[in-house]
T-cell receptor, first 113, second 114 residues
Framework: DAKTTQPPSMDCAEGRAANLPCNHSTISGNEYVYWYRQIHSQGPQYIIHGLKNNETNEMASLIITEDRKSSTLILPHATLRDTAVYYCIVRAASYNQGGKLIFGQGTELSVKP | DADVTQTPRNRITKTGKRIMLECSQTKGHDRMYWYRQDPGLGLQLIYYSFDVKDINKGEISDGYSVSRQAQAKFSLSLESAIPNQTALYFC?????????????FGPGTRLLVL
């Protein structure tokens, strides 16, 4: 699985958009970009994933560059409850293709009033 | 995710004791996983199961065993607990028929081995 690089920490003002970057320059053609978050020792929470196209759901938007070497997770209107560690993970579609879910250090997002 | 439950949520045990952590899911997923998380670190895969008869070791399976009693239930056992198994344990599930095969996690079990 491709390695990812994320900033260790970021701050965001409540109500503003939080833009979390992730570099994955060695990503392969069959690998998805996943985002999870973990709020203080709770179970990791799935946010969004994508392959090539930008994706949006009720929680966030995922913007993937055309060369797929980087992506940005956007929380459009951050709240205090969005304070968490955010993990960007690149993996193949399933274990049959070697798609283990490997959690790195992530980005610790602090949303401030 | 409320569809994936883990019991107990907290457990204190002594060195040498055998303990079992249980995971149940109502999502109808065929695949289940056990991870552990040490303080300040990412998750490490212990065991995973593609279906009831297919169980595989993960990165750190030594000292652990598992049982897939039914599609909805996946148990993790520590045969003889030791202090460095003190950690957070998470169960996860996924559906191999869904594109991307997203994994969904339970709330975790906090284990302390004295």
């Amino acid at each position: 699985d491709a390695k990812t690089t994320q900033p260790p920490s970021m701050d965001c003002a409540e109500g503003r958009a939080a833009n979390l970057p992730c570099n994955h320059s060695t990503i392969s053609g069959n690998e998805y970009v996943y985002w999870y978050r973990q709020i203080h020792s709770q179970g990791p929470q799935y946010i969004i994933h994508g392959l090539k196209n930008n994706e949006t759901n009720e929680m966030a938007s995922l913007i993937i560059t055309e060369d797929r070497k980087s992506s940005t997770l956007i929380l459009p209107h951050a709240t205090l409850r969005d304070t968490a560690v955010y993990y960007c993970i690149v993996r193949a579609a399933s274990y049959n293709q070697g798609g283990k879910l490997i959690f790195g250090q992530g980005t610790e997002l602090s949303v401030k009033p | 995710d409320a569809d994936v439950t883990q019991t107990p949520r907290n457990r204190i045990t002594k060195t040498g004791k055998r303990i079992m952590l249980e995971c149940s899911q109502t999502k109808g997923h065929d695949r289940m996983y056990w991870y552990r998380q040490d303080p300040g670190l990412g998750l490490q895969l212990i065991y995973y199961s593609f279906d009831v008869k297919d169980i595989n070791k993960g990165e750190i399976s030594d000292g652990y065993s598992v049982s897939r009693q039914a599609q909805a239930k996946f148990s993790l056992s520590l045969e003889s607990a030791i202090p460095n198994q003190t950690a957070l344990y998470f169960c996860a599930t996924s559906d191999r028929t869904k594109p991307g095969e997203t994994q969904y996690f339970g709330p975790g079990t906090r284990l302390l081995v004295l």
